[in-house]
């Protein structure tokens, strides 16, 4: 018998906090790279201004935006998803203005995408949102481009001895979750999403829920197998921010095409 034989549908009003998943993903195993020690990213703001990001070491940087006349300093964590490519992730502010920013770089091109997740008041719920800028470290033309490379897979991930979710990838934009085995069990949605191509089988990927406030940003590397990456969110009854760096292992189980029709009858 596996898990989805005795599971069913669960109404909404009847699923846990986000920070039901905390325990059950455990600790980023990934170990942080060093490779950014001494460098600096200097990157456009939307509008106007650059938003530079200074490495001092493995664990700490700072940043000034002259645009925006905003600065200060955080710890980050690195990890060097395949060579030369990295995902950043760090968290500035506190409470309800926490940002989490999560960068991916790949230094053999000089494409780089910012993604910057945030909170937003509508009405009386904290919902969050995700702004994303793309551009060149180096002034070329690679940039990460949508994508629809994941479109028709259906994907197996374990997070942890404990938490294991399948994603159903139905277009470019919309996707499929469900926890089979974990604090989620049973519980599933289609959400909004995003895939961008990083590198041959490997994609930044983005998703938002709707039912409770998570934005989440991530490699997929079908090659290496692994997913790398966070969930940002908001726990209501705590009412703080909830982050949750992970890295999984993950199985493709299946490929789907579609058969061409020929429109007769």
Not at 15 to 34: C, I
């Amino acid at each position: 018998m596996t898990a989805t034989d005795i599971q069913d549908y669960v109404p909404e009003n009847e699923w846990p906090s986000v920070a039901t998943m905390l325990d059950g993903f455990g600790d980023q195993t990934l170990p942080a790279s060093a490779a950014l020690t001494g460098t600096a990213l200097h990157l456009p703001q939307d509008g106007a201004g650059t938003t530079t990001y200074t490495f001092h070491d493995a664990h700490s940087l700072t940043w000034t935006s002259d645009g925006k006349g905003d600065q200060g300093a955080a710890r980050y964590k690195a990890i060097e998803a395949r060579p030369g490519i990295f995902i950043i992730d760090f968290v500035k502010g506190e409470g309800r203005h926490a940002e989490n920013v999560t960068i991916i770089l790949d230094r053999n091109t000089g494409a780089v995408t910012t993604a910057i997740s945030s909170f937003i008041a509508e009405g009386d719920k904290i919902r969050s949102s995700t702004s994303f800028s793309h551009g060149n470290v180096d002034g070329a033309a690679a940039v990460h481009s949508r994508s629809g490379g994941l479109v028709g897979k259906r994907i197996y991930y374990r997070y942890s001895d404990v938490e294991t979710y399948e994603h159903i990838y139905l277009n470019a934009g919309t996707f499929t979750w469900h926890c089979l085995r974990g604090g989620e069990a049973g519980l599933a949605d289609t959400d909004r999403c995003l895939t961008f191509d990083v590198g041959q089988d490997l994609y930044l990927f983005f998703w938002a829920e709707k039912v409770m406030t998570v934005e989440a940003v991530l490699l997929i590397d079908l090659r290496e197998q692994r997913s790398i990456g966070r969930m940002f969110g908001w726990d209501e009854p705590a009412a703080e921010p909830v982050v949750l760096p992970f890295n999984s292992r993950l199985s493709v189980l299946n490929t789907t095409e579609y058969p061409q029709d020929n429109h007769k009858h």
